[in-house]
Every structure is written in C-alpha cells, then in structure tokens.
C-alpha cells in the first residue's frame, strides 16, 4: 500500500503524536510519498518536508512546494501561520516534533534498513577508528562496494558522497542515506551514533542489527548538549534499545550499568585489550614504529592481527570490529588483511619529514577520555622524542575541555601550544585564554592564534631542540572546513599545512 499524507496521519495518531491535521481528508491526502526532507535547497518531488528549527521561516515551506513537496509536517506553533500561507496544502500537526519527524520519515522512505545490515558504533572515544576498520573488512577488495558508511569524517550511500556536516544526521537525512544504499545494491550500513542523535531522536525507529558501545568519559557537558554526565550516559544507553546484538566493552568505565542495558539484546559479545573474560580479547600486544600486532582471541580462532597505524589504544578498536564481526559472521580470512591496511582520514596519520628529525602525528583526539589514551602511547612508541602538541578548543560547548586538555596534555608533552578549532561564536583569544589559565604550573607553552601559524611554530621547535621531535597535531584531523561563527568557512588540513612548514623550513636552511 502507498505510504501517503492520511496514512501518514494515522501512523502518528497511532503512536499518539498527531496534535492535528489540515487537508489530509482531500484528494491531495491520497497523493503516494516517497520520502522527506528538512531542507528546502534538496527537496525531492513527492516528500513530505518537514518544518523545524529556530531559523525555519515560511519561504523555505513555499520553495519545497515548488520543488515537488506534497506535504508538511509541523509542530503546534507553527500551523497557523504556515496553513495561512500555504492554504488547501495536506499538513500533518505533531506534538513531538523530533520524533513525528524520524517515524515519518522511516515510513515515507520505506523502510530501507529492514533490507541492510545496520552496524550502530557509539562511545566517547574511537567511533571513527572502528567504523573505518569495519568499512575496510566489509569491503574487502573493492572499497565503496559492499558497505555505505555514516559518520563524523565522511558520509557515503552508494549514490551521495562528502565531507560529514553531523556525526549522525537528522532523520530525514539518515533514512535518505539508508534508501539510496539499498538502491545503490549496498550490503550494509556502517555507522556512526551520537549521544546527540539518540538524545534528540534522530535514530529513533532505526532498527540495529549490532550496537557497539566503545566507553564512556565525561565529555560534551554544556548547556547546549547535555546538562550532566548522567544525561549523557543514559542517552548513549538507548542504542541497545533498537538493536538485535550488542558488542560492549568489558574495559569501559560504568561496565556494569552498560551490561546491565545491553542485556536487553538478544545476543551481547563482550570484548577487551586486558583480560581474557571477554569473549574477544587480546595477547601479546607488541607495537613498533607505526604499527601494533596482537594475537587476538574469539569463540570462533585465534590468529595474529597486525595493524598499519601507530595506537596502543587501536587494539581496542580492532577488537570492537573483530567483535562485531564475530556477530555478523564474519571469519579471520576476510578480516586479517583488511585491518592490516586500514587506515582513518587524520586518525593517527603519521607524517614524517625528509631527515626523520620532526614526525607529525595527525589525529583527531579533541576530548579527556582521548587525550588519556593518546598521549601515554605516544610516550611509549616515540620513546626520546620530545612531544609538541598542537591543538584549541571549540567554542559553543564542551566548556570543560579548557580546563581538562592542558591538564592531560601537560603530563606528556614537553611544550604545548594553543589555537583555534571550530570557535564558533566564542572568540579564539577568550578560549586559549581559559586554556593557558588552566595550564599546570612550570609547563612551557604559547598561544597562537591563527592555526596555520601554530603548526609552522611547532616545526621551528621541532627542528630547532635537540634529539627528534614528535608534532601531535589534534582534534581537526582531516577536516577541510572550520566552524567560525555561524559558518563553516574551508581550512587547510593539518597535513598539508604540516608538510608546507617543513619544506618551508629545509628552503630556509638548507644546510641543516
């Protein structure tokens, strides 16, 4: 049966969201949808758009009409104004706005992820590393065949691809990316969950066949994210709630309340770097420069798994996917070669210069939980280099990052130095302010603020102390856009403003 505006109206009535409708008992409520949208610069003939958000003006319901739109959805401060606008259009009325708006859309979009596998990956630390490291098993041979992925780096469907603007998008995006990669022939859908995303709803009628819970630290704390850490936390718990199994690790903080959520799947397969109680653990972990190989241990062999990236902490990542491979039934020779070339856009990228003096260590750790289990690995696989670290802090949330990350940083790195990332609407000398303000005593460090100028200021150190030095340039990672105030404006990655300061440099002295 097609999915249309009345039907749509009995769904939400059904889950008792429907505040009200307008012209849906017409002709026009009997008009098929086929998906929604919440931007009017995308809309495709035949959806539903959805109007939401502090700056939705009316202009942006008309223009979706003239595109194609047969219907809106709204909340209840709205449809005065827009049914006087718009009048004879089929409105749907909802109470709760986020949820009418994922439930809607999992309709009108027809359900794709009851044709795919959907692997949900949550935690404060890792989500990326793993989602990749799946990504490169279930593609096996042939990247962008098999699996479409959802995340903080990168958003692919089998049809669309680009630069990720959310980590997991808002519902009408999510289940528009879920449909094009069952149209596209896409086996699986490998993705990434925020705490946001589950707080907010925007999964919500998703259904997981493996939810992946990495840890839990205290991070994202604001007043526009979460008020506390319980807040947090139980927002991350709900993804157990849609999923058929769980993959939980066994090292996280809060284990017992994480297994106790978990639980409510029908299958939980535990795994851990540090003890063999698991179901997937690990032994003999070695590391070497840029690599780390473990032998790994699960229900179904024990094998040597080596990896192409530099982490003490990517064992942990490698077991989650090894994990959440066990429950899709995925075997050690489709899995050992994948993890031995897999690698994450600006995740633990290594960069070395011509004369190995100064190496660059490009990665996106940006939180307490990360920088804890960053920097102790770079002390122990860079053993005698000296440690500059490069990095800021956002503007708009995480307020307590100025305070914890000197604070972290300051237990390894020999000289810290402070720049912009992502401010926002806060000003970059306000933040590296707080950031220095918070810097242990006798810790050497400056501020910076423009970050192109840091990173050349961190080669100069770097080439000038003695003995090599490592350059751990954090939290921007491979991203190309940086978010100042209301916009995302293009930056240049870490990376390449990285290798520009160092021929810059080897031009300055060519004798050294």
Request: glycine share 8%; hydrophobic share 40%.
């Amino acid at each position: 049966m097609d999915t249309t505006p009345s039907s749509l109206a009995q769904l939400l009535n059904a889950e008792g969201l429907l505040a009200t409708t307008a012209n849906v008992t017409t002709e026009k409520g009997s008009t098929p949808v086929t998906g929604a949208d919440c931007d009017s610069r995308v809309v495709v003939p035949g959806h539903v758009f959805v109007c939401k958000g502090a700056a939705f003006r009316p202009t942006y319901l008309t223009s979706a009409l003239e595109k194609g739109a047969v219907a809106y959805l709204c909340d209840e401060n709205r449809v005065g104004e827009l049914a006087a606008t718009v009048p004879g259009v089929p409105a749907l009325v909802a109470s709760d706005l986020r949820r009418a708006m994922a439930l809607v859309s999992a309709e009108a979009f027809g359900h794709p992820d009851r044709d795919l596998k959907v692997v949900g990956i949550t935690g404060t630390k890792g989500k990326s590393t793993v989602s990749y490291m799946l990504r490169a098993v279930l593609d096996g041979d042939e990247p962008y065949a098999h699996a479409g992925v959802m995340g903080s780096i990168e958003t692919f469907d089998g049809i669309e691809c680009e630069e990720s603007h959310n980590t997991t998008p808002e519902s009408p995006d999510l289940w528009r990316h879920l449909a094009n990669a069952r149209k596209a022939g896409l086996a699986y859908m490998d993705m990434e969950v925020s705490s946001q995303a589950l707080k907010y709803d925007r999964v919500l009628g998703l259904g997981l066949d493996v939810a992946c819970f990495l840890n839990i630290g205290r991070d994202h704390i604001s007043p526009v994210e979460h008020p506390n850490f319980e807040d947090y936390f139980q927002s991350k718990l709900r993804i157990f709630d849609q999923a058929r199994a769980a993959v939980v690790n066994l090292d996280s903080d809060e284990i017992e309340t994480i297994l106790d959520r978990a639980s409510r799947c029908e299958r939980v397969v535990t795994f851990s770097a540090k003890g063999r109680s698991a179901d997937v653990w690990a032994t003999d972990i070695q590391t070497g420069y840029g690599t780390v190989s473990f032998t790994a241990h699960t229900p179904s062999w024990e094998e040597t798994v080596s990896l192409g990236m530099p982490g003490l902490f990517n064992v942990d990542n490698a077991l989650a996917t090894i994990a959440i491979c066990e429950v899709l039934g995925i075997g050690y020779e489709r899995i050992a070669e994948p993890l031995s070339r897999a690698r994450v856009p600006g995740r633990m990228e290594l960069l070395p210069s011509p004369d190995a003096k100064v190496v660059a260590l490009v990665d996106y750790a940006h939180n307490r939980l990360s920088y804890q289990r960053f920097f102790p690995s770079v002390k122990e696989e860079f053993a005698g280099y000296r440690i500059i670290a490069v990095f800021g802090a956002p503007g708009g949330k995480a307020y307590e990052r100025r305070r914890e990350l000197p604070e972290e940083a300051a237990k390894y790195a020999d000289y810290l130095i402070y720049t912009e990332e992502d401010p926002a609407n806060d000003p970059v000398e306000e933040i590296c302010q707080q950031m220095a303000d918070a810097t242990p005593a006798g810790t050497a460090y400056e501020v910076i603020l423009d970050r192109e100028e840091a990173i050349h200021r961190a080669v100069q150190l770097g080439y000038e102390g003695e003995g090599p030095a490592i350059l751990c340039l954090l939290a921007k990672g491979d991203e190309t856009r940086q978010h100042e105030g209301n916009e995302f404006v293009p930056c240049r990655t870490d990376g390449d403003i990285y290798q520009e300061a160092v021929r810059n440099w080897h031009a300055a002295h060519p004798k050294a």
